[in-house]
């Protein structure tokens, strides 16, 4: 038996990850590494963190037995990890309440990020003003067109929202900015990524946090089907709420993990953002991972239904675990997260990101593929409320 | 060629009682047609090097100026490939030593090892990439050394005095010497801490040391240039490039090396 030890002190996942950064950035990476290795080793801090999850964000979420759609398809029995049930919505949460406990550890007292969908701002504009950080979020242009709703909340929560017009107005541009605005305060400034991206040691502070997803859902599906399950489903932009619930179950080999990428519309198209279904490996952000870039080495913009999965690089770690096969990595159009979106909130009466409508849109196929007396899990990344101004115009429109 | 180039053109310039002047200009801001000629004036207006900027879609060490040329560049269709077969085709007549400044993954996507084989065959001499810190750069130290192109290391005020060290001890060429806790542009003043900063890096530095970042005016050249051995000029010379105005481009590098220049 291997265990599983990634990343390794370098901040590599087999050969991806690693920290490529300015010199600038190089000691505030260092000392993060410190001071998160300090605390998940005290007690006390580990405590502080069980606190905040149970009480403020509302821990642990149920995993609940989709009955709806699992008598409808016919097969395998389908739970689904209610991560939209957390505080704010979303599984972003988990990974802003550790990292602003571990900024207020640090001494410092400002907050940078980015965002996309703006559940990440939203998430860690929620927790700056529960523990009194000051809070800046950069969004894209368009992103901030697509979630006006998230911005307001930001705002109302204290945060300033700084527009990007770079680039293609989106997630990445919001990273680029979120960077630069950090290399020119990071001596009071602490950077809460929002996702398993980023240099070391954020993809492993990020996959800690959010491995509360898998250690829950490793312990409800044993106390209601008695084993652990066959198969293991989760929408993957950066890769972070796939990146913790896939976690705990990595050495448990027969249990099958599935990372669903956005194919927007439609991998042919070249307007996707399926990264490790069609990119190629580089280095974005600090990491080396897969990425969607052209012929030179200049990163394309990725297209997306959904501003959370509208990301052109990935998690290293997921780089790892589909160059050793240990995830499969699919994709899902915006046109089938569409369908899933509307599926599961007439199914089930819970309307979905449309993030996690990916998840849902493959796990209904790999359903089909199932048996009876199989047991899949979707990771329910997110509710829906954000998107419903969205998917309203795109339904009259067509 | 490389190292010695370098080494050599700045030994002149200080023979010559001169401050070390490193303009930046951006690849093929303004089509890559021009960039013989504008290597030509930068070195005529006294330019000890040159720094070359190879356009990339994501440089977050870059401020707005040199963000919006790296745009109107790619807009332009240039790639590190073009910029490379371009050095080469003038390098024979070329007498002033081109560093180029690119981030990782252009490099990394076109690949090491032919990437400082195809700087060697272009005449590049020096190379600096501000988004590799010292833990990541093995892999292509090797290349660079193996080629004799001289790898030029970036210090930054954030640094311990032991990085600082032992980046002194690493670079080659000269030292680049961020001035600024900031990305790259104009500013008019510089944090009071600078000066204990580049002073430190001349204690410990076999090679030049140059402050850049945030360098804008002759002032600030000629008041840095007291504590290193010279700066290097970004955003404001591609500002001034982009307005055209040439001359101001002239004035700023005349007024920045001359060792006779009287703070105003
Ligand atoms: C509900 C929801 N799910 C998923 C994601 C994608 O992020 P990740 O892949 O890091 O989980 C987002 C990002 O904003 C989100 O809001």
């Known amino acids: 038996m291997t265990t599983y030890t990634m990343p390794n002190e370098t901040g590599r996942y087999g050969n991806f990850g690693g920290r490529f950064v300015p010199e600038l950035l190089m000691p505030a990476v260092i000392e993060l590494e410190k001071a998160y290795e300090e605390a998940i080793n005290d007690p006390k801090f580990i405590e502080e963190l069980n606190y905040y999850l149970k009480q403020y964000v509302g821990r642990e979420t149920p995993l609940y037995y989709a009955e709806g759609i699992s008598k409808k398809i016919g097969g395998p029995d389908i739970f689904l990890k209610r991560e939209d049930l957390n505080h704010t919505g979303a599984h972003k949460i988990n990974n802003t309440i550790g990292q602003a406990l571990l900024t207020r550890r640090m001494g410092k007292k400002k907050i940078v990020a980015e965002t996309g969908a703006g559940q990440h701002g939203v998430a860690t504009a929620t927790v700056c003003a529960l523990l009194g950080l000051e809070c800046v979020v950069f969004m894209g242009e368009e992103d901030i067109r697509r979630q006006k709703l998230n911005v307001f909340r930001m705002e109302l929560l204290g945060a300033e929202v700084c527009s990007v017009s770079q680039g293609s107005g989106t997630l990445k541009d919001a990273v680029n900015e979120a960077l630069r605005y950090w290399v020119s305060h990071v001596n009071d400034t602490h950077y809460i990524l929002g996702s398993v991206v980023g240099p070391h040691p954020f993809p492993k502070i990020v996959r800690d946090l959010q491995a509360v997803i898998g250690k829950e859902t490793k312990q409800q599906i044993v106390e209601q089907t008695g084993e652990l399950p066959d198969a293991v489903v989760a929408c993957v932009g950066g890769g972070s709420n796939a990146m913790g619930m896939f976690y705990p179950f990595i050495e448990d080999k027969d249990v099958k993990l599935f990372g669903v990428e956005a194919g927007g519309a439609g991998l042919e198209t070249n307007k996707h953002a399926a990264t490790l279904s069609s990119g190629n490996i580089g280095v974005l952000h600090g990491t080396l991972t897969h990425l969607l870039q052209d012929n030179h080495g200049q990163i394309e913009e990725a297209f997306s239904i959904s501003a959370g999965l509208d990301y052109p690089g990935v998690g290293p770690e997921h780089s790892h675990l589909h160059d050793s096969n240990r995830v499969t990595y699919t994709s899902i159009t915006d046109d089938e997260a569409l369908e899933a979106f509307q599926f599961l909130s007439k199914s089930e009466g819970i309307i979905p990101a449309l993030e996690s409508a990916h998840a849902v849109a493959y796990a209904l196929k790999l359903a089909k593929e199932m048996k009876q007396g199989e047991t899949l899990v979707i990771c329910l990344s997110g509710r829906g409320d954000k998107d419903v101004e969205q998917v309203k115009s795109l339904l009259e429109g067509k | ?264």
Not at chain 2, 124 to 134: A, F, Q, R
């Open chain 2, 1 to 264: 060629m490389g190292k010695e180039r370098i080494e050599n053109a700045f030994l002149e310039k200080q023979s010559a009682n001169e401050n070390l002047f490193v303009p930046y200009i951006m690849a093929g801001d303004g089509g890559l047609e021009i960039l013989e000629k504008r290597i030509e004036f930068l070195k005529k207006c006294g330019a000890a090097a040159i720094e070359l900027g190879i356009p990339f879609s994501d440089p977050v060490a870059d401020g707005p100026t040199i963000q919006e040329a790296g745009i109107r560049a790619l807009e332009n269709g240039t790639t590190l490939t073009a910029v490379l077969e371009k050095l080469n085709s003038f390098q024979e007549k070329r007498t002033v030593p081109i560093i180029l400044m690119t981030y990782l993954n252009p490099i990394y996507v076109y690949g090491v090892e032919k990437f400082a084989s195809d700087c060697r065959e272009a005449g590049v001499d020096g190379i600096i990439i501000p988004d590799l810190p010292m833990e990541e750069e093995a892999f292509i130290a090797e290349s660079l050394k193996a080629h004799s192109i001289a790898f030029i290391r970036l210090a930054a005020m954030t640094s311990p005095i032991e990085r600082l060290v032992e980046l002194a001890n690493r670079t080659e060429g000269f030292l680049y010497a961020v001035a600024v806790t900031g990305t790259t542009g104009a500013r008019t003043v510089h944090e009071e801490n600078v000066k204990a900063y580049l002073q430190l890096l001349k204690e410990n530095s076999s090679v030049p040391v140059l402050a850049g970042f945030g360098v804008s005016s002759v002032q600030q050249a000629q008041d840095l240039g007291t504590y290193c051995d010279g700066v290097i000029v970004g955003s404001k010379i591609v500002e001034l490039f982009y307005n055209g105005k040439t001359e101001e481009v002239k004035s700023l590098i005349k007024g920045s090396i001359s060792n006779e220049y009287i703070l105003g």
